[in-house]
């Protein structure tokens, strides 16, 4: 009975042994996968403007596992372009994305859109403009009369451009817009179906490496040189109710956004590995192109800052080309609060 007790005894013992090692084991792994094993927190982001190199910044922040150590799980989508990401993000069907504050101005100041909040800038200059090709007679902005343009309905370079082309000496009335897609428009462009698209200036490598003719520029910052570029958005439920959710993400995508800028042909190749359709060549150019406009010397080598002045600046050049039908004010679209500091 004695040994029976015993044999019973010691079975259950190396039963408990084994259970500690397996228990063991197992948080050795979690750690060794990823930190901790608390869940991750998942998350939707749209890009600003389909998936050309402008927006590999995103993908970087998910290959070298920023977004992990931030506590995201993070699915990327392709976005449309202002009025698309602000009406996703709203909706409910995304968390973040990039959007032009000028745009976002311009939807929120003619009550097109509301209850999206700006948190940080990715450029610190508009990277709006006009792009064809040679061949097309447009070298300036006058020669856009009586030319044909596509882009995106919800595109800051379309709904911009009535601002731009009474600033620049355009009349909007000649000219005539068609639609398109995000991903399609250097096609379109590169087929001759239209004269011009509306694009970002570090779409120029792109341009030429498609249409295989050298791309001609209508920069509107040539003509609104307070204007900011593409800002990081959230709805404003997020923001207002999971500020610090917001603050991590914000860091962990611009933690992406220094690493693309510095390895840029790194950056281009994870775009690859995502996105097949992708020009590694191409897509590390407009990152070096977008360098120079996500860094600016009035707000020192921080990235991400905003300033309340230079908005207001934005929205007075609106105000004077009778742009916005509502007065609106910087903190309206951006918490200053959760803006990465200079």
Same mark, same amino acid.
């Given at each position: 009975?004695?040994?029976?007790?015993?044999?019973?005894?010691?079975?259950?013992?190396?039963?408990?042994?084994?259970?500690?090692?397996?228990?063991?084991?197992?948080?050795?792994?979690?750690?060794?996968?990823?930190?901790?094993?608390?869940?991750?927190?998942?998350? =939707?982001?749209?890009?600003?403007?389909? %998936?050309?190199?402008?927006?590999?910044?995103?993908?970087?922040?998910?290959?070298?596992?920023?977004?992990?150590?931030?506590?995201?799980?993070?699915?990327?989508?392709?976005?449309?372009?202002?009025?698309?990401?602000?009406?996703?993000?709203?909706?409910?069907?995304?968390?973040?994305?990039?959007?032009?504050?000028?745009?976002?101005?311009?939807?929120?100041?003619?009550?097109?859109?509301?209850?999206?909040?700006?948190?940080?800038?990715?450029?610190?200059?508009?990277?709006?403009?006009?792009?064809?090709?040679?061949?097309? %007679?447009?070298?300036?902005?006058?020669?856009?009369?009586?030319?044909?343009?596509?882009?995106?309905?919800?595109?800051?370079?379309?709904?911009?451009?009535?601002?731009?082309?009474?600033?620049?000496?355009?009349?909007? %009335?000649?000219?005539?817009?068609? %639609?398109?897609?995000?991903?399609?428009?250097?096609?379109?462009?590169?087929?001759?179906?239209?004269?011009?698209?509306?694009?970002?200036?570090?779409?120029?490598?792109?341009?030429?490496?498609?249409?295989?003719?050298?791309?001609?520029?209508?920069?509107?910052?040539?003509?609104?040189?307070?204007?900011?570029?593409?800002?990081?958005?959230?709805?404003?439920?997020?923001?207002?109710?999971?500020?610090?959710?917001?603050?991590?993400?914000?860091?962990?995508?611009?933690?992406?956004?220094?690493?693309?800028?510095?390895?840029?042909?790194?950056?281009?190749?994870?775009?690859?590995?995502?996105?097949?359709?992708?020009?590694?060549?191409?897509?590390?150019?407009?990152?070096?192109?977008?360098?120079?406009?996500?860094?600016?010397?009035?707000?020192?080598?921080?990235?991400? =800052?905003?300033?309340?002045?230079?908005?207001?600046?934005?929205?007075?050049?609106?105000?004077?080309?009778?742009?916005?039908?509502?007065?609106?004010?910087?903190?309206?679209?951006?918490?200053?609060?959760?803006?990465?500091?200079?």
């Amino acid at each position: 009975m004695r040994r029976l007790t015993r044999t019973v005894a010691t079975a259950a013992l190396a039963t408990a042994l084994a259970l500690v090692s397996a228990c063991s084991s197992g948080s050795d792994s979690a750690d060794a996968k990823g930190g901790d094993s608390k869940t991750l927190e998942k998350v =939707t982001y749209l890009t600003s403007f389909g %998936n050309f190199g402008r927006d590999s910044y995103a993908w970087v922040a998910k290959d070298k596992g920023f977004f992990k150590e931030a506590g995201f799980d993070v699915e990327i989508k392709a976005g449309q372009g202002t009025g698309g990401v602000i009406q996703t993000v709203v909706g409910g069907q995304a968390d973040f994305g990039p959007i032009d504050l000028t745009g976002g101005l311009l939807q929120l100041g003619n009550g097109q859109a509301k209850d999206f909040t700006a948190v940080a800038a990715i450029q610190q200059r508009t990277m709006a403009a006009i792009a064809t090709v040679e061949g097309k %007679n447009i070298s300036s902005p006058k020669d856009l009369e009586g030319k044909k343009l596509a882009d995106t309905p919800g595109s800051v370079v379309r709904n911009l451009f009535p601002t731009y082309a009474r600033l620049a000496g355009v009349d909007v %009335n000649k000219v005539t817009w068609v %639609n398109g897609e995000a991903q399609n428009l250097i096609g379109t462009l590169a087929a001759g179906s239209v004269d011009g698209i509306g694009q970002f200036v570090v779409g120029q490598p792109t341009i030429e490496g498609v249409a295989k003719k050298k791309a001609v520029m209508l920069p509107y910052s040539n003509v609104m040189q307070d204007l900011y570029g593409n800002v990081l958005i959230t709805s404003s439920k997020i923001a207002k109710e999971k500020p610090e959710m917001v603050k991590r993400f914000t860091a962990a995508l611009l933690k992406g956004l220094e690493y693309s800028l510095a390895n840029s042909k790194e950056a281009a190749e994870i775009l690859k590995k995502n996105v097949d359709a992708t020009n590694p060549v191409s897509a590390a150019a407009e990152l070096d192109l977008m360098a120079a406009y996500v860094r600016s010397g009035n707000t020192g080598t921080a990235i991400g =800052t905003l300033d309340s002045g230079r908005v207001a600046k934005s929205i007075a050049i609106l105000q004077g080309a009778g742009a916005l039908k509502q007065n609106i004010t910087p903190e309206q679209i951006i918490d200053f609060s959760l803006a990465p500091k200079a």
